[in-house]
């Protein structure tokens, strides 16, 4: 009787002490179940798409706080709160000269009476405005203004100093840095930052927890499989990348799919906001590299599922002989 | 290389028992050797202990008490991270077959090759002798579920000799299949055995122990092992192949 060739050469080919590679194209076959198909990639591109939702969301609004600083910083403005509109026009003169013969003082500028009026007449009404000298009794007393721009960074101290230089030209002035009427907006946009860094971090422990108990239950189901493989001499890390492909598997689908609704949301919203033609949030659009981190979200989360599976089944495999 | 090279022993036991939490003890003070290149059968009643043994020889079991040494290591004390590679030492033949049921008979025998890393070009070839050899050449793409118990004992079987293992246990190997087919089946454990692979087959069948002439037999009664030849203390003096 011929025996198979197999058992006519001496080939040890079992005799290899210490993990071998499991070919990973036949490898995924194992353990079908354990590609977390169903429900799995979808939970997947949820959170992708929530995550890269919120990452856009905080980019956004650092964006639209750091564009607002930046206009904003060494911002002054100067108000010359006199009835008198000739008393006013003087000092309005006076005040804006001493500004720009100030050292660390970039630029000063007159607020023109026209600009003024067309600010307070949405709430005031045409010609209400006390312009000049040839205004009518009847008209409101409205301060002058004065916008100046200092270099460097604007400190309390140099606002004081400001004070005093202004105080002897134009004893009506009041100088306020412009930064400081933002103060709680940008606080707010603060905190709204780093709720979505909370969200984010939320929704990391989501989509662990729910690879976690995906990974146990394919685990479960395979027990029979994955004991027959440890008992052929399969490692630990060979079963493990088995589950830990098929996850990435899943969770590239998913995060592809995620990503795709997370654009399509941001771009709708964008498209949203940005006919709102407020500067604050026109100033909130995203660039390049906030759409780059953006699309690092799947991957992180491809990452993240990878690990967490690959943790979970080495740990549960560890409690086999 | 002969049995008396004690150096070569493939399983030593000395005074191992096995009890299952705290139940009784299923197997106790069992003390032997295997040597390289015999023939073992095991016998015994039903419930006498002779799969608990099989399972402590194929190290999917550690014991209650006792030394167990297999290829000159201690087997208690060895590490998790270095059984799978005396696992790949071994073939098993189980009781329930225990293929995989999701692939097909040729990825099931291919499966230890696999495990050990063979690339798929090298391992075709043996696969499909092998599975021609069990007479499951037309059912290479079939799924356990679809061949018969006997189909799937000749798979079983292929799995366990394919990557030319030192140890061969087999669990009731021939229980399922037909009287020609069963002698085939010694036919290929002999081959193996003669070139070296020490084999132990647990069975009913005290026809089977017949047909392989110079097979020892070990006989379990109640968790005990009895040597009613004598040949495992004293084993007669036969040279394996190498």
Redesign the interface.
């Known amino acids: ?1 011929k ?5 006519s050469r ?14 990973s194209e ?2 995924a ?2 353990v ?1 179940q354990a590609r977390l198909s169903g429900p799995m990639p979808w939970v997947i591109a949820i959170m992708v798409a929530l995550t890269a939702i919120a990452a856009a969301g905080a980019l956004s609004l650092r964006n639209a706080g750091s564009a607002a600083q930046a206009e904003l910083s060494g911002g002054v403005t100067v108000q010359i709160v006199e009835a008198d509109p000739a008393a006013r026009a003087r000092q309005a003169e006076a005040a804006a000269a001493t500004l720009a013969s100030t050292s660390g003082v970039v630029a000063v500028r007159l607020v023109p009476q026209s600009e003024i009026d067309a600010l307070i007449e949405p709430w005031l009404g045409e010609g209400t405005a006390a312009a000049g000298a040839g205004a009518g009794d009847d008209s409101i007393p409205v301060p002058a203004l004065i916008e100046a721009r200092l270099a460097g960074k604007l400190t309390p101290a140099r606002i004081a100093d400001l004070r005093q230089r202004l105080a002897g030209v134009a004893p009506a002035a009041r100088v306020d840095a412009q930064a400081g009427w933002l103060r709680p907006v940008f606080a707010a946009i603060g905190s709204l930052e780093l709720l979505a860094l909370a969200l984010i971090a939320l929704l990391g422990f989501a989509t662990a927890a729910a690879v976690l108990l995906a990974a146990r239950t394919a685990l479960g189901t395979n027990r ?2 994955i ?9 630990d890390a ?1 079963i493990a990348r088995i589950f830990q492909r098929s996850i990435t598997f899943d969770a590239a689908g998913g995060g592809a799919v995620g990503l795709a609704l997370a654009t399509l949301t941001i771009v709708v919203l964008g498209r949203r906001f940005a006919g709102l033609g407020s500067g604050l949030v026109d100033g909130g659009s995203l660039d390049w590299l906030d759409w780059a981190g953006i699309a690092l979200v799947p991957l992180a989360v491809i990452a993240l599922a990878a690990l967490t599976a690959r943790l979970t089944v080495l740990r549960a495999l ?1 409690t086999m ?1 | 290389m002969t049995i008396d090279d004690a150096d070569a022993d493939v399983v030593q036991f000395d005074n191992v028992g096995l009890r299952y939490e705290t139940g009784r003890e299923i197997l106790t003070d069992l003390s032997f050797t295997l040597y390289p290149g015999s023939f073992y059968f095991l016998t015994g009643a039903s419930g006498a202990g002779k799969t608990s043994l099989l399972r402590l020889l ?5 014991p209650s008490r006792g030394m167990i040494k297999m290829f000159g290591t201690d087997a208690i004390t060895l590490p ?13 033949v189980f009781q329930d077959f ?1 293929l ?4 097909s008979a040729f ?1 099931n025998v ?11 070009r090298d391992l075709l ?2 696969v499909r ?2 599975l ?2 069990v007479g499951l050449a037309d059912r290479i793409g079939a799924r356990p579920a679809t061949l018969s118990g006997g189909e799937q004992q000749r798979v079983a079987i292929a ?1 366990a ?6 140890m061969l246990v087999a669990d009731e190997p021939t229980g399922n299949v037909d009287p020609e087919m069963a002698v ?1 089946l010694l ?2 454990f002999e ?2 055995n003669r ?1 070296g692979t020490t084999v132990v087959v647990a069975t009913h069948d005290v026809h089977l122990l017949k047909k392989v002439p110079d097979s020892l037999i070990m006989r379990l009664d109640r968790g005990r092992l009895s040597d009613p030849t004598g040949a495992l203390r004293y084993p007669p003096r036969r040279a394996a192949t190498t």
Not at chain 1, 10 to 23: F, K, N, S, W
């Open positions: 009787m025996m198979p060739a197999m058992l001496r080939d040890d080919a079992t005799g290899v002490d210490g993990p071998a590679p499991l070919r036949r490898a076959e194992l079908p029979d499989t004991e027959i493989v440890h008992l052929l001499g399969g490692t060979q560890r002989l | 194929y190290l999917a079991q550690r998790r991270e270095r059984l799978p590679g005396f696992r790949r030492r071994l073939g098993v225990r995989v049921p999701h692939l990825d291919a499966l230890p090759l696999r495990v050990a890393g063979i690339a798929e070839k043996p002798d092998m021609e050899w799995r000799v394919i990557g030319r293992p030192q085939k036919r290929l081959a193996l070139l």
